[in-house]
């Protein structure tokens, strides 16, 4: 596989037609128009993140200190979170669960870090460079996904295989996956950057190559599988995942498909008539987790978009609804009211707001503008009050 993708990446490279630059797929238009009013505070925050991100000496895969079970350090390499050393056991194998409880030991010598840092620094460089056409922004962005994605030397292989390693459990589970949803952040950056020279037709022609191997890799491989038949965030990130890909690449009927199946899969089944989510809220971290899902079932609303389905309106004959779901946890938005449940960790309740503010762009409800109303100070859902960039 390795030969065949450097191959292709090739013969993309010397190929006549290069690919046709697109624009962002999640980043709401208004929020780039030319005309919008912009909010001064963040637009200083997103130039200050992407003068930091200037700095930042490209990772590559290579820098990591540990070695994934291929053998082949070009091989992505992260270790499940919530697992920690037995004590009773000798080296502590194998490791054992403790959910919520992130292992700090569990980043060190893989490529977690880095593989998020560079993808978060594309899109801040991205939006940082449609807003200024400041060329040292695209300049670093396309310098950052050349040495990660494209340079045969530095690249990463197109596979999470040795995603969430469990030392003596696992060399990689399809959890793992959930790791890839930065692959959007990098994507939508790129976006940006079609009138640079700095980002041309033949990289983006060699990042379609990339992302059409790992696209693959996602729905053919057993970790893929597995992660989608998985039924609570994790199989959502998954949807979410796939149906991006299949967008960028120009697959819509792949897209639709997933989508469409989404609807029973993800939203039916996992966000009960009042609004809660069990499997999440069953969690150590419920609230946060809670948010999560959220955050992914509304990016498949989003995606859902552009290929003619209606999430935002949708609701099974029992009443399930992404309205419902959004309502259920909007109120906790104030942080002075009290979620049921003992968390080992509070959730940032501050990402129920850019939530709130997508979803009535797209359906009014007289409750949820009261309440992002008080949440956010404002009662716009202009560009003004969205974040730039994804949760």
């Known amino acids: 596989m390795r030969v065949l993708i450097c191959l292709l990446l090739t013969a993309a490279l010397i190929a006549p037609a290069a690919a046709q630059a697109r624009p962002p797929l999640l980043i709401p238009a208004a929020a780039l128009s030319a005309s919008a009013p912009r909010d001064a505070a963040t637009q200083a925050a997103l130039i200050a993140r992407a003068d930091a991100a200037l700095a930042i000496k490209p990772p590559s895969v290579l820098d990591k200190t540990l070695t994934p079970a291929s053998g082949d350090k070009q091989d992505f390499l992260s270790f499940g979170p919530y697992w920690w050393p037995d004590p009773g056991k000798p080296g502590g194998l194998p ?213 003619g389905l209606d999430w935002w309106n949708f609701a099974s004959p029992d009443g399930r609804s992404l309205l419902g779901a959004l309502a259920y946890l909007a109120p906790f938005a104030d942080p002075a009211r009290p979620w049921p449940k003992p968390d080992v960790q509070a959730a940032d309740r501050r990402r129920l707001i850019p939530l709130l503010a997508l979803f009535l762009q797209h359906r009014e409800d007289a409750t949820l503008r009261v309440i992002f109303s008080r949440a956010s100070g404002t009662g716009s859902t202009d560009s003004k009050v969205l974040p730039f960039g994804l949760p």
Request: glycine share 8%; net charge neutral.
């Open 95 to 307: 490791y054992i669960r403790r959910d919520g409880m992130r292992n700090p030991a569990f980043v060190e010598g893989s490529d977690g870090p880095a593989f998020a840092k560079v993808c978060a620094a594309v899109e801040t460089l991205g939006l940082a460079y449609w807003f200024t056409r400041d060329e040292r922004y695209a300049a670093k962005a396309a310098a950052l996904t050349r040495v990660w994605f494209l340079d045969a030397r530095s690249r990463m292989n197109p596979n999470f295989q040795h995603a969430q390693a469990i030392p003596g459990i696992s060399e990689g589970r399809g959890i793992g996956i959930i790791e890839a949803r930065w692959l959007i952040n990098l994507n939508e950056g790129l976006a940006l950057l079609s009138a640079s020279p700095a980002w041309t037709g033949a990289d983006r022609q060699a990042l379609q190559v990339w992302m059409s191997a790992f696209y693959g890799w996602l729905r053919d491989s057993a970790n893929g599988r597995d992660e989608k038949r998985e039924l609570n965030n994790h199989g959502t990130w998954y949807d979410a995942q796939v149906a991006y890909l299949a967008l960028l690449l120009n697959r819509p009927e792949d897209a639709k498909e997933i989508l469409r199946e989404g609807l029973t899969r993800r939203l039916i089944a996992q966000v009960e008539a009042d609004g809660s989510q069990p499997m999440e809220m069953s969690r150590t971290r419920s609230l946060d987790y809670a948010i999560f899902n959220l955050e992914a079932l509304m990016l498949c609303a989003q995606l859902a978009d552009h290929v």
